[in-house]
Every structure is written in C-alpha cells, then in structure tokens.
C-alpha cells in the first residue's frame, strides 16, 4: 500500500520559513517524479513545483520561484520543500504527490497516481 505523508506545516509570520517533508512508502520512490501543490481557501488546487525522479531536475511556478526548494533524498524516500520569505497568499493545504516517471504531464495533477492527505500551512500578516 502506497503512502505520502506530509509534515512540517504550521504557522509562520510573514517572511518567515519552514521546511515541509512528505515521506513515502509502499513504492519504489526512485521511479516518480514527486511534485507538491497547494489548495487555499476557496481555490482551485493548484501545481507548485516539481523535481524529476533522479533530483537532477527541477521546475517552479512563478508565484513560488526563488523562495521555495524542492530537494529530495531517494535514500530516505522523501521530499522536501523549503520555503523562504512567506507570505500569507501561500497559507494554503501543501499536498505532495507521485507521478510515474516520464509518463503524462508533470503540471496535471490529474496524471499523478498517489497523494499525501495534505499539511496546513499559514502565513500570518
């Protein structure tokens, strides 16, 4: 049985940090393309970033792009998200989630196969 899960979220004052972690099991990690999205109040889940299934690449919504970093540890199957310089429009659920390799679109979340259930995070102005 495949499982992501999500730790690390909480609240922060605006500009601050915090490093969410999505540990999974019940795969061969090294074989997905791990991807994180968000999902505030109200709003449609959207796609935030991306890393390939080697860590070799990696792609970055603009709303996001030099601020947070994704990395990942295929050793300890797990992804992690940095994310610098919060902002309270990030207060949102951060979801990850697993896409087999070189197979649909890495921007869909309707082509990934597993999903963690999800961490809060809020941003306090």
């Known amino acids: 049985q495949v499982q992501l899960v999500e730790s690390g979220g909480g609240l922060v004052q605006t500009g601050g940090s915090l490093r969410l972690s999505c540990a999974a099991s019940g795969l061969t990690f090294g074989r997905y393309t791990m991807g994180w999205f968000r999902q505030a109040p109200g709003t449609e889940r959207e796609w935030i970033v991306v890393?390939?299934?080697?860590?070799?690449?990696?792609y970055y919504a603009d709303s996001v792009k030099g601020r947070f970093t994704i990395s990942r540890d295929n050793a300890k199957n797990t992804v992690y998200l940095q994310m610098n310089s919060l902002k309270p429009e990030d207060t949102a659920v951060y979801y990850c989630?697993?896409?087999?390799?070189?197979?649909?679109?890495?921007?869909?979340?309707?082509?990934?196969?597993?999903w963690g259930q999800g961490t809060q995070v809020t941003v306090s102005s």
């Open positions: 989630a697993a896409k087999v390799a070189y197979s649909g679109s890495s921007y869909r979340q309707e082509d990934y196969n597993y």
């Open positions: 890393i390939s299934s080697s860590g070799s690449n990696t």
